[in-house]
């Protein structure tokens, strides 16, 4: 994945709020992961049309904090749930 | 102390299936059509399971493209906020009717094959001409873009094929393949000697399965687990009694285990007159095994109780008769000497099989409604 890819869902994963339990989780086919903190405020930004370089801009402008920690951030977890089929890019 | 709220439901929608697989999970006394819920009460049971907490609901049977509101009941589940599974043998499904539940919402789907090609697969099945179909039907979900898990009971007698089932999965384009040796209870126990696999062929099986997962990584996730018959410990069986699933019979039993009903003694709710809500708070049957109040020596105490619950109730209760006792796939329990019984004893029977039916009294009950 470079800046400019676009992640989205695989098709069958979803975010989804757990109200019971009071968190998000991703659903997938007979599978489900529940994100930390800095992952939910990831995965919340990936809609299909924003670009890793984007949402690593629109993170770094919400939170006041370096844009380019943040896009590390970004690439890390997206790549590892692309290798786990939960995101494509 | 309260329990946690379930995770999924089983919805198992009708006992009706083409096929007469010998390994069938539903109970030996099936459901006639006549005793099935309707829509309206379906979809009042996924809003209460949604309302409850469960994210997911599995639409099972039986095979649930036998009903003909399966469309009206994937909306419904969709509609309650649930991610919808299809668990289907795909031998009722055509590209029109797909597009029917992909519209209404469908997720996913998990498609069963018996084996790797149609003559094992046809047998097993008890169906003449089921592979294709199912091979049809894999290719109809792909192209609806829709996520595809593989399933494949194994067995003795299709166990020497993994190889070329995992080959079938890539072909087929699945993300997953689940590789689900036979539990042995209901119509499954009535053939076990059939059906057992030995251990030298489950320890190939086991090497197919971690070099397969290696060159396949990224591309087709597999699920295998060790059999009972050749592991020490118990499975933790729906993740405990009454703590991560429920799941509700074709004619609307509230059941801890689409099995349950195979342990006598205990009263089920039903959904015509008790909410999901008061059966998995309040009832006494799933009370009866939940957590560790209700075990016996030599789970009370042992260091395992709380990762196995103890196994499997309905083991117990097909094995031993008591549904109350430690499940004898623990090399622990005073009774698992039973186990290795029955892999000496299906190292020397036939292959033939006794096909799932429905029984007389099931057919009158069909043909009255
Ligand atoms: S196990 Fe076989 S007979 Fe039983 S519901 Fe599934 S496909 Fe039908
Ligand atoms: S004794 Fe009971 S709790 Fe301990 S490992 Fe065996 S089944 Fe599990």
Redesign the interface.
């Known amino acids: 994945m470079t800046p400019e890819s676009i992640p989205r869902f695989?098709?069958?994963h979803?975010l989804?709020e757990?109200?019971?339990?009071g968190r998000w989780?991703v659903?997938?086919?007979?599978r489900?992961f529940v994100p930390d903190e800095t992952a939910l405020e990831i995965l919340r930004l990936v809609d299909g049309a924003r670009s890793l370089a984007g949402i690593a801009g629109a993170l770094a402008a919400r939170f006041a904090a370096p844009e380019a920690e943040i896009a590390a951030d970004v690439a890390a977890l997206l790549e590892e749930l692309r290798?786990k089929?939960v995101i494509q890019a | 102390m309260r329990p946690?709220?379930p995770?999924a439901l089983l919805a198992e929608l009708t006992h009706r299936c083409p096929l007469r697989c010998p390994y069938c999970s539903n109970p030996t006394q099936l459901t006639g059509a006549g005793e099935e819920l309707d829509t309206a009460t379906w979809a009042r049971v996924f809003a209460e399971a949604a309302a409850?907490?469960c994210?997911?609901v599995h639409l099972s049977g039986g095979e649930p493209m036998a009903r003909r509101d399966l469309p009206a009941l994937v909306r419904a589940a969709q509609g309650a906020?649930l991610?919808t599974?299809l668990i289907t043998s795909g031998v009722l499904l055509d590209a029109p009717r797909l597009a029917e539940l992909c519209a209404a919402g469908l997720?996913?789907v998990?498609l069963s094959v018996q084996d790797a090609a149609a003559a094992g697969g046809d047998r097993i099945g008890g169906y003449a001409g089921g592979h294709a179909r199912k091979l049809t039907a894999a290719a109809v979900i792909r192209a609806a873009?829709?996520?595809l898990?593989l399933n494949a009971v194994v067995h003795r007698q299709n166990l020497d094929n993994l190889e070329q089932l995992i080959d079938l999965a890539l072909d087929l384009g699945a993300?997953?393949l689940?590789v689900a040796h036979v539990q042995y209870y209901g119509w499954a126990l009535a053939n076990r000697a059939a059906l057992l696999p030995s251990r030298a062929q489950l320890e190939a099986a086991t090497a197919v399965v971690a070099a397969a997962r290696r060159a396949h990584a990224?591309r087709l996730?597999i699920d295998y687990v060790v059999p009972d018959y050749h592991a020490a410990r118990p499975k933790a069986c729906m993740g405990g009694w009454g703590q991560r699933f429920l799941a509700v019979s074709p004619a609307g039993r509230i059941l801890p285990c689409h099995a349950a009903e195979s342990i006598p003694g205990l009263d089920y709710p039903r959904v015509q007159q008790t909410s999901l809500h008061a059966a998995w708070y309040a009832s006494p049957a799933f009370a009866r095994f939940r957590g560790t109040d209700w075990m016996p020596s030599p789970c009370r105490g042992c260091e395992r109780a709380e990762i196995d619950w103890g196994g499997c109730r309905c083991q117990a209760q097909a094995l031993l008769g008591d549904a109350a006792a430690t499940d004898p796939a623990c090399d622990r329990s005073p009774r698992h000497g039973l186990l290795a019984d029955a892999l000496a004893e299906a190292a020397s029977a036939g292959q033939d099989f006794a096909y799932r039916q429905f029984s007389e009294s099931n057919i009158r009950s069909d043909r009255i409604v």
């Open positions: 695989a098709p069958g979803r989804r757990d109200a019971a339990r989780v659903m997938g086919p007979e489900m290798t089929g | 946690e709220p995770l409850l907490g994210l997911q906020g991610y599974n997720d996913h998990q873009g829709l996520p898990t993300g997953r689940e990224g996730v």
